[in-house]
């Protein structure tokens, strides 16, 4: 089983953007959602081209407007789209017909009903992630009882979100479910909205790229 990967979601300041890619995360999400205190919806397109080949860019959408969120996404050369709304299959396929892109689909999750519907999208989406079932469209900083993930049945990988901290990482490599690609994390890292904790994303990182590979042992 390989290692753990990394998102750092929620970025949007473009010398926080700097420092976290120098510390190569796999993965750095920015949100073009207009309510999110986390907005990037400003930023420049020339800031993505610091990320390092090993870095994809990620951006994250809500219950978006199809022809817009292509607009935006070829603007920044996303090729990796995390959709957080309510979003259904059909409109899942109509995307992919439309721009050539891998989906992240998000779910909240709060109890073992909430994976009933994720087998709709087995055949659209390329990767799930599973977040807290709230009111919010992510960004709570609330967990969700991990243990939940039996429940998962499907054959996606997924990213795991909600409210993860330093002090969840040893748990998580612990109990790892066989299908989990990454971890997805954003406030549980912040000194303020949108701005990481370079430290404490250090941590993070190294505490993961630590464990090798097996195929690699």
Do not use: W
């Not at 957080?84 to 073992?112: D, M, Q, R, V």
């Not at 109990?175 to 404490?200: M, T, W």
Request: overall charge negative.
């Amino acid at each position: 089983m390989k290692r753990i990967k990394v998102k750092i979601c929620g970025m949007r300041d473009v010398v926080n953007i700097v420092e976290v890619a120098m510390l190569n995360p796999d993965y750095m999400g920015f949100i073009f959602y207009e309510r999110s205190p986390r907005y990037a919806g400003e930023l420049n397109q020339v800031v993505l081209d610091i990320l390092s080949p090993g870095t994809l860019p990620v951006g994250v959408f809500v219950n978006p407007k199809m022809g817009q969120m292509i607009e935006t996404a070829k603007n920044y050369r996303f090729k990796i789209l995390q959709l957080h709304g309510n979003e259904t299959p059909e409109y899942c396929a109509e995307l992919k017909s439309k721009y050539k892109c891998s989906i992240i689909k998000a779910f909240g999750i709060k109890s073992e009903d909430d994976f009933f519907h994720v087998h709709d999208y087995e055949e659209i989406c390329d990767y799930f992630l599973f977040d807290t079932k709230t009111e919010q469209y992510g960004g709570s900083g609330q967990k969700f009882d991990h243990s939940l993930l039996v429940n998962y049945k499907g054959a996606k990988p997924f990213f795991l979100s909600g409210g993860i901290t330093l002090n969840d990482l040893e748990n998580i490599r612990n109990n790892r479910h066989e299908l989990c690609l990454a971890i997805d994390v954003n406030s549980g890292f912040e000194i303020s909205p949108g701005i990481k904790n370079l430290e404490q994303i250090k941590k993070l990182l190294d505490f993961f790229k630590q464990t090798p590979d097996e195929q690699d042992i």
